[in-house]
């Protein structure tokens, strides 16, 4: 009984050495499979700060070049290092500006993410439509006989019969083409006080001061006199379209003023057009008056939707903008007419504008 029991007692101790043995080694790798999913843990939470970090550096950046600027400070965030750079990429399209921004955060261990965009932003007004003597956001035609002197900038086809002395620039799109409404807006804030205009047809035989005016439909400018005179001292709004000519000759100067229609604009032959000024309709332009200008006029005519009929007797000096097509009478030209005479137009801004992501890639 003394054998067995002591026996007994052995096996007990080993079957206890075993389990104590087997425990440890179990323990054991228990805590390093712990200890390796705590590093595993922390280095994905670290990973995701500096993600979330980087990502608040390409917020940064954005919110500097909306109020034009591309200086981004070295900064922390949640003990994380941010260093981010902007950089302007440069591109043909003349109506915004592309940048890369780089966006680097580095954690509290040393790990870090980096993130890379390319972002497009506005410009920040549409004086880009000054710039070239024609600029349209689809084809350019330019009849026989067409004599074309500076840049033009299209989106689909150019076809050229004429002369074009110039450089042309053939985009995929215009990315920053004005809409109606920030024109109209824009314009409305001249005339928004006015009391609307009652006739649908100015006598500028009666009227030799046209403007500030806001007409709600359409309006005719015409003289019931030969040789009269008018002058534009304010911006003209109509909501309808606009008709300029006949049935007597007469000379319209724009006096550096806008003319800003909802419909669409005809000038006829009987209205001769004299000054510098903005002549913009949200639909077609038929632009056939008499040229009274000289270079240092320049006449800006845009057709934000529709097209740009171009059919003027005299030289003009400016710049268009639209669907466009050119037919310049014979001993005519359409000439840009230089950067300091588009100086005194006013175009409204595109500030308000959000910027387009291009690219976003996370290392």
């Known amino acids: 009984m003394d054998n067995i029991a002591r026996n007994k007692k052995g096996h007990v101790l080993l079957l206890a050495l075993v389990i104590m043995t087997v425990g440890a080694i179990i323990i054991g790798a228990l805590f390093l499979y712990l200890n390796t999913s705590l590093l595993a843990s ?125 450089n042309t620039t053939a985009l995929e799109e215009i990315k920053n083409w004005p809409t109606a409404e920030e024109f109209s807006s824009f314009y409305w804030e001249d005339v928004k006080d006015l009391e609307p205009f009652a006739d649908s047809i100015i006598d500028v035989a009666d009227t030799p001061s046209i403007g500030p005016l806001y007409r709600p439909g359409d309006l005719d400018i015409k003289s019931t006199v030969s040789l009269a005179n008018a002058t534009l001292n ?18 319209l100067n724009l006096n550096g003023q806008t003319i800003f229609v909802e419909g669409s604009i005809t000038f006829g032959g009987a209205c001769t057009l004299a000054g510098s000024g903005c002549i913009i309709a949200v639909g077609d332009i038929y632009f056939a008056p008499n040229m009274d200008s000289n270079p240092d006029d320049f006449v800006f005519v845009m057709s934000i939707d529709g097209t740009v009929q171009l059919q003027p007797s005299g030289d003009f000096y400016g710049a268009l903008a639209g669907d466009v097509e050119v037919t310049i009478q014979p001993n005519c030209t359409l000439e840009w007419g230089g950067a300091g005479g588009a100086d005194d137009l006013t175009l409204p801004a595109a500030g308000e504008r959000e910027p387009e992501i291009l690219a976003y890639k996370i290392k």
Do not use: H
């Not at 399209?93 to 870090?112: F, K, L, M, Q, R």
């Not at 008709?243 to 007469?250: E, N």
């Open 42 to 166: 922390s280095k994905s939470q670290e990973r995701a700060l500096t993600y979330y970090a980087a990502d608040s550096g390409i917020e940064y950046a954005l919110f500097q070049l909306q109020n034009e600027s591309e200086d981004v400070p070295l900064y922390d965030i949640n003990n994380n290092t941010v260093n981010v750079t902007i950089t302007e990429v440069v591109q043909d399209d003349p109506s915004c500006s592309v940048y890369e921004i780089t966006s680097t955060a580095i954690g509290y261990s040393g790990g870090s993410t980096t993130i890379e965009s390319y972002v497009n932003v506005p410009s920040v007004d549409f004086g880009f439509l000054l710039d070239s003597v024609i600029t349209s956001n689809a084809d350019v035609t330019i009849q026989p006989g067409g004599e074309v002197t500076g840049d033009i900038i299209y989106t689909g086809t150019l076809d050229n019969n004429g002369t074009i002395d110039g």
């Open 234 to 251: 304010g911006t003209v709004y109509v909501t309808g379209d606009l008709l300029i000519g006949g049935p007597k000759d007469f000379t």
